[in-house]
């Protein structure tokens, strides 16, 4: 996966349950990004961090937490508050290094409300 | 904060035509412009960028223009195949924000054979 892996590929959620999709990447990189994709639409961004134990709201970041305890991992939960989370959620990181502002997307976890 | 747009949203071309798909961006600090493809069902991939000490960059048959004054750059992909039928998203970056990218809305590229 290129060096950022997301878990799992494809995700159940019934009516009022939490769930937490994986993101981890050995490329070193500091800062990390999940965005949610709808279908036919763009990427809107919701939680993103610059650093270890320390991370901000996105554009839509209401029902979603994150947690950045490790460089390697950003991990997002989906919690019943979030009411239509039917979607495409992508995560992805970038370098810190000066001038080396490209993002690296994982694959992709497919959450589904049924 | 960055605000880029990105036109067309759809655009189909026959293949062996050329595609152009333009992005405008506001933050005149931006300074890294980035260009990802996303087939159906995929990840988004990075197929070229340019800063801004640059106005033109190539690599086979997809160029990147840049033009600071106007705040606007484009992608150009020539000779299309059906391979190339993909979501591309522009993105900005380097500017106010940091190392933060701003995405373009997309533009779905079908290319009919």
């Known amino acids: 996966d290129g060096g950022i892996t997301q878990s799992p590929k494809y995700l159940f959620r019934k009516e009022g349950q939490n769930v937490t999709l994986s993101c981890e990447q050995n490329?070193?990189?500091?800062?990390m990004y999940w965005y949610r994709q709808d279908p036919g639409q763009g990427l809107r961004l919701i939680y993103y961090?610059?650093?270890?134990?320390?991370?901000q709201k996105g554009d839509i970041a209401e029902g979603y937490s994150v947690s950045r305890e490790k460089k390697e991992s950003f991990p997002l939960t989906v919690t019943s508050a979030q009411k239509n989370p039917t979607a495409f959620y992508l995560c992805?990181?970038?370098?810190?290094?000066?001038?080396?502002?490209?993002?690296?997307f994982g694959s992709g976890t497919r959450l589904t409300v049924v | 904060g960055e605000n880029v747009e990105q036109h067309p949203s759809t655009l189909s071309v026959q293949e062996g035509d050329s595609a152009v798909i333009k992005c405008t961006y506001s933050d005149s600090a931006s300074n890294y412009f980035p260009w990802y493809k996303q087939e159906l069902g995929k990840r988004p991939q990075l197929i070229i960028d340019?800063?801004?000490?640059?106005g033109e960059k190539k690599d086979q048959r997809i160029a990147v223009t840049l033009n600071k004054t106007a705040k606007h750059f484009s992608l150009h992909i020539t000779e299309t195949q059906p391979e190339d039928s993909a979501v591309y998203f522009c993105?900005?970056?380097?500017?106010?924000?940091?190392?933060?990218?701003?995405f373009g809305g997309g533009t779905r590229l079908m290319v009919k054979p």
């Open positions: 993105a900005a970056g380097g500017g106010d924000a940091g190392n933060m990218l701003t």
């Open positions: 961090s610059q650093i270890v134990n320390d991370f």
């Open positions: 340019i800063r801004s000490n640059v």
């Open positions: 992805a990181s970038s370098d810190h290094a000066a001038g080396n502002y490209g993002y690296t």
């Open positions: 490329l070193n990189h500091d800062a």
